[in-house]
């Protein structure tokens, strides 16, 4: 990571927001128009694509399923001249729906922009009707097959229990750290379906609130996208 | 986190579940226990559709800036969830509190069309209230509604409490502190309408009788209650440089159709279109000086965080420093913040093209074209003021500036139409295709698309052409065929309206009270959406007319005489009756009628004092103006 006093043309920024509330019913692309008003409300010197139709230059990590909410979103943008990190964030929280809150930002070399790319895992909380669920009698089948709908809608068996990295009670509630990303996706839902199914309760999607903790580039040691170790516990 | 009227299992199961959440960027949020006035203000149709209707945006601000009162928004949830509210039992609520509306002071509408006539019901009945106004206690709101449809508000007066006719911003302040005081005092809901029907601009249905004539047609329209003032004047605001304007407008999270901020240059319009009820309506022209218009451009650009702005009006090649405030803007908003800038509604002339040029540099996006009628004759007819010649350079120069979309807007059925005239909008289609072939090869645009577009004429009350037959469906249907038979479809594209739906528009634009119990059989049937295509079932009409016993060709097709008294003549838009008939007659002998930038009509409307009756478009007085 670059530190502030590092400023160079052009300035790669990632930032770590929070997507809550009523701002979970707004979609992946409304979200990105969502910050194209903020960033010019806010006055962010965001930098412009060339071209016809320019654009600002930035984009969303892993877009988040509707109705989830989440604390651990990720966004990158360039700028065309340099602004204090934390003047960026309070600038774009003033300027935010309720809902929408950057946490963290910070400075990226360009090659690490790419780490969008790089994502293998999200972590989720899951509270509601969790208590009865057997993590462990879970856990200990050799293997957990599902059938998923592959995109020419053909049904496709899969095992996804390399996939589960982490599968815990705690205080918050149940938490789950999944792979994530475009090889080999997980979403929470699913696992949520074979939890009731190990033990015969009715599977309805609504008996749970999913909220997103985190995205990670690595799995062990457990980073985040920029660059906090996000523990399971 | 404010709290949500619906729960995530509904919203995750309807359709773009961001229309019903609030919580948008300027959206308003008060503490409920320090208001007076709860005001539901609907548009009844869908979020996308209202949220880009500048009316709203202008009540929504005019009333929230008001500390006593809290105004939230209402629009009609969409069919996928209109059916799960009914089945759950969930009442309608307004997007800020999520509160039912049930339980508010007020429940205003803003009627755009006549085809909305059975959401607004719907919205009611979603709500909890009862449809007619005489069924209502004072646990209600009252419901009240204003925007150009109320210009005849007859058919829907059983189900309205108040109608507003006019601009929201000259007495609805006024009303809105004469019902704090009656709350405060607990007077009954009687007697604030008695007291709001002295106030001008309001009209109070219940306060009248109407009278028939043994043929349908009105008798006599007198109040029933002293309070209630025999004609109803007409509110405008004259001074719209200085008039409240919303800088900080909602900034909606899904796309609505125009994903842009507004300004308005001036109300009104000039050009006097015998067909067009806006032309006559919002008379006289009140522009909005450009020095306020460029500060709120700013302003609005900063509050909002849009990239575009679009500067609206009925007319804007007619604004008098046009030129000046685009320029102005491309230099500051268009260079500094990438701002694009938009012109709608412009003549489609060199004056306009050159602008047009400025504001999309590279990037052509298509141009609309609306010569109304195809012949010279019939453009004469409507007072339409402008040549095939003038059209035709319009699109020579079109060409050559490298447009190559053209919309083309036609009316089918115009007074005194012909055959003649109907392959008149195909010929004049043709000599535009014609105009880009008549381009050297290398000046050409790349293969031109045209296409034409045709609607059918509904006369509207307050026009010249109130006292006109509308054509039959019939007719519509044949010469739509006729046009699709003669336009040459290799270069052409042709899309037309459907005519059973402006069978509907034209029963409802010129009817009379006899027709809330037709809109509301409708209704009872499943009527919804009736401007939406994919819900609009003619047949949900065709039994309530039987059933109400309503011939529609009483009011479509029916010939009007002099004399006739029309259910809205009771309103006073300051166009005098006198005017439009005479505007008819030579309507009908083809004779053109000056507009109001060169010369003065003499239509009544002076009695507003002020705007271009005044002053002309430069802002130079008139010399002859105590002539009218
Ligand atoms: S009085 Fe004359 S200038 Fe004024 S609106 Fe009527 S026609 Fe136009």
Redesign the pocket.
Known sequence: MLTNTELKSPILIRIKFEKQGALRFIGHLDLMRTFQKTFRRADIPIAYSEGYNPHQIFSIASPLTLGIGSVGEYLDLKLKESMDLDDLISAINNASPEGIKVTAAVMLEEKAAAGMAAVLGASYTITGKINDFDLDGLLSKETITVTKKTKKGKLKEMDIKPGIFGLVHTGDGLVMILSSGSTFNIKPDVVLRELCAFINQEYNRFDFQIMRNDIMMGINPYVNLVGETVTPI | MRKLRLNDEILLSVEKPARYIGHEVNAIYKDTDNIDIRFALCFADVYEIGMSHLGLAIIYDLLNKREDTFCERVFSPWMDLDEKMREHKIPLFALESQEPIRDFDFLGFTVQYEMSYTNMLSVMDLAGIPFYSKDRDDTYPIICAGGPCVYNPEPIADFIDFFYIGEAETNLPTILDLYKDMKIAGKTKLEYLEAIAEIDGIYVPAFYDVSYNEDGTISAFLPNNTHAKPRIKKQILMDVTNGSFPEKPIVPYIQTIHDRVVLELFR?C?R?CRFCQAGMIY???REKSAQILKEQAERLIKNTGHDEISLISLSSSDYGELKEITEYLIDTLGKEKQVNISLPSLRIDSFSLELMQKVQEVRKSSLTFAPEAGSQRMRDVINKGISEKEILDGAKAAFSGGWNRLKLYFMLGLPEETMEDVEAIADLSHAIVEKYYELPKEMRPKKPSIVVSTSFFVPKPFTPFQWSPQDTAENFIMKKGHLWRTIDKKTIKYNAHDAETSVIEGVMARGDRKLSATIMAAYNKGARFDSWSEFFKYEYWVEAFAETGIDTNFYTTRVRSEDEVFPWDFIDI??SKK?LYNEYEQAKAEELT???ME????????I?KG????VDKHGVE?PD?NT?
């Open positions: 009104g000039s006097g008379r006289p022209v300051g166009v005017f000056v507009n109001c010369g003065c009509a003499h239509c009544g409307a002076t507003y705007g271009i009756c005044y008139k103006i009218n």
